[in-house]
Nanobody
């Protein structure tokens, strides 16, 4: 069983940066990981994903060049560096883990954190 806990969210002004962290209680070195976000009334969307060894990355178009996902398997932690934040980045951000090699389907992710709120003020 894996439990995930996000941290690092908060209120930031336009153009600012935040670094989200997600710490796992169990071993996640063989899991693909993803950062998802969900606005009220909307479906969750995959913001960034990373496979188990960090060699495969994926980003949604709107965050390319601004957000960077990374992981530290020794510390069972995944990060999302968020730069040049925009008001439309405001959302609850979730980290999730899957035992599949790599997937962008939320239904394939078995473990989810509780989420952390990111608010970008203009």
């Amino acid at each position: 069983q894996v439990q995930l806990a996000e941290s690092g969210g908060g209120l930031v002004q336009v153009g600012g940066s935040l670094r989200l962290s997600c710490a796992a209680s169990g071993r996640i070195s063989e899991h693909a990981l993803g950062w998802w976000r969900q606005a009220p009334g909307q479906e969750r969307e995959l913001v960034a994903g990373i496979n188990w060894d960090g060699c495969r990355l994926i980003y949604i178009e709107s965050v390319k060049g601004r957000f960077f996902i990374s992981r530290d398997n020794a510390k069972s932690t995944v990060f999302l560096q968020m730069n040049s934040l925009k008001p439309e980045d405001t959302d609850v951000y979730y980290c999730a883990a899957t035992q599949l090699f790599f997937t962008t389907n939320s239904r394939d992710y078995t473990y989810w954190g509780q989420g952390t709120q990111v608010t970008v003020s203009s």
